[in-house]
C-alpha cells in the first residue's frame, strides 16, 4: 500500500474512532446522568438528583434552639434540647420533652449567646412526652419557623439540632438523615412500668439521635421543623432508627397544655393485661381459652365506672373500640385516648369464647 493511501486510512480510522467515543460520552452525560443530575430510569420516568448542603437551613434555625437544664434541689439532674416555636403577646414559647423536664424543681435554658433563663413549666404530658416552657419574648433570639410532616416524603432530606450526650461539649450538634418512615407505631414505657404500655405516632429518621437530643427540632432541607425527636432504638443489632413525634401533634398537645394546663382523657375504668400475662391471670384466679391470642385482658373493673355500667367484668377481653383492632394493652390505652370525655364507643369482648358488643360512654378521670 502506498503511502498517502496509508495515511487516508489512518485519517478515516481517527474520524471513526473519535466519532463513536463522542457519542458514547454524550450517551452517558444526557442519559446515564454521569456529570449530570438528571437519570432515566427504567420506568422512563426523569429523576432529579440534588446534593446540597443544608448550611441555610440549619442557619434559619440554629438561634431558636436551645439547650434544656432540669434542676432538683438546685442540682443540674439531666440535660437536653427544645426550641421557641411561638411569641403570643410578650410571652415565648418552647417546645421539648416531657421526659426531659419530669421530676425538675427548676428549668433553665440557654440560648446559642451563652445567655442562660429560668424558664415556667406551662404544662407538660407523659403520654404524648410534650412539655411547653415559657419565657419573656425579649430574651429569645429567633423563633423556629413549622412545616408539614403529613407533605414530606420518603427519602426527604432531614437535620436535627441538639445537645447530645454533654450539652458542654457538644451543645448544637447538627445531624444530618432522610426521613426514613412515617406514622410508626412505637410501643412505650413512660409510666415506669415493666412493660410498655402506650404507643406512639412517629416519624421515623437515619439522622443520628443521641442522649441529650431528646426535645430537639428534626427539620426538612427548608429548615422547618416537622418533629421532635424524642426516642431510639438502641442494641448491638440495631443502627440508624431514631423517632420523632410529627409537629403537627406537637403542636396540637401544646395549644391544649397553654390553655388548659394538661391534657383531659377520657376513662374506661379497666385494669388490664395483655393475652401472654398467664401467670398474673392466675394469681388472680382465672385464665384464658388457648384460642386467645391477642386482646387487652380485663384483670379489673373498676366500681362504678364506664366499665361497670356497661357490665363488663374480669376475664372479658376487649379486641376493639369501634373499628380500631386491640390487640394489647398498649394499643387499647393509644385508641381509648383518641376519644374524648362524652364520647360513647362501641366496645366489642370475648367472653366465655362468644363475642359480644357494648355501648360504653366515657367520662373523666377522676383527679
Known amino acids: 500500500m502506498k503511502k498517502s493511501n496509508k495515511v487516508i486510512v489512518y485519517v478515516f480510522c481517527s474520524v471513526i474512532l473519535l466519532l463513536l467515543g463522542a457519542g458514547g460520552m454524550y450517551y452517558l452525560v444526557t442519559e446515564q446522568g454521569l456529570f449530570g443530575q438528571t437519570v432515566i430510569n427504567k420506568l422512563e420516568k426523569e429523576v432529579t438528583v440534588n446534593e446540597n448542603g443544608i ?54 435554658v440557654k440560648f446559642t449567646d451563652n445567655n442562660i433563663y429560668d424558664v415556667e413549666v406551662v404544662g407538660s404530658d407523659k403520654y404524648s412526652d ?19 410532616s403529613t407533605s414530606a416524603r420518603l427519602g426527604d432530606t432531614l437535620f436535627t439540632i441538639g445537645a447530645p450526650v454533654d450539652s458542654e461539649s457538644y451543645s448544637w450538634t447538627v445531624t444530618r438523615g432522610i426521613l426514613s418512615g412515617k406514622d ?38 427548608n429548615g422547618e421543623v416537622i418533629g421532635i425527636t424524642n426516642m431510639k432504638l438502641s442494641n448491638d443489632k440495631i443502627e440508624g432508627m431514631g423517632f420523632a413525634i410529627p409537629i403537627e401533634d406537637a403542636v396540637d398537645y401544646a395549644e391544649r397544655l397553654i390553655k388548659g394546663g394538661k391534657i383531659e382523657r377520657p376513662l374506661l375504668g379497666v385494669g388490664t393485661l395483655n393475652v401472654t400475662d398467664t401467670k398474673t391471670m392466675y394469681q388472680y384466679g382465672f385464665s384464658l381459652d388457648k384460642s386467645i391470642n391477642e386482646g387487652a385482658v380485663i384483670g379489673q ?67
Do not use: C
Request: charged share 25%.
Open 55 to 108: 448550611a441555610d437551613a440549619v442557619d434559619k434555625l440554629y438561634d431558636a434552639v436551645v439547650v434544656v437544664g432540669s434542676y432538683k434541689k438546685g442540682i443540674l439532674s439531666g440535660t437536653g434540647t427544645g426550641f421557641v416555636y411561638k411569641i403570643d403577646g410578650k410571652t415565648a414559647y418552647l417546645l421539648t420533652n416531657n421526659h426531659v423536664v419530669t421530676g425538675a424543681d427548676s428549668v433553665k
Open 130 to 148: 410534650i412539655a411547653v416552657l415559657s419565657i419573656d419574648k425579649d430574651k429569645i433570639i429567633s423563633v423556629a419557623e413549622t412545616g408539614s
Open 184 to 221: 410508626r407505631l412505637v410501643e412505650v414505657n413512660p409510666s415506669d412500668t415493666s412493660y410498655d404500655d402506650w404507643v406512639m405516632r412517629v416519624l421515623q429518621t437515619d439522622a443520628a439521635i443521641n442522649p441529650g437530643n431528646s426535645g430537639g427540632p428534626i427539620a426538612n432541607s
Open 301 to 367: 373493673v373498676q366500681k362504678g365506672s364506664p366499665a361497670d355500667n356497661a357490665g363488663l367484668v374480669q376475664g372479658d377481653v376487649i379486641t376493639k373500640l369501634d373499628d380500631y383492632k386491640i390487640t394489647n394493652t398498649s394499643y387499647l390505652k393509644y385508641y381509648l385516648y383518641k376519644y374524648k370525655v362524652g364520647d360513647t364507643i362501641k366496645l366489642t369482648y370475648i367472653r366465655s369464647g362468644k363475642e359480644h358488643t357494648a355501648n360504653v360512654k366515657l367520662t373523666k378521670v377522676a383527679e
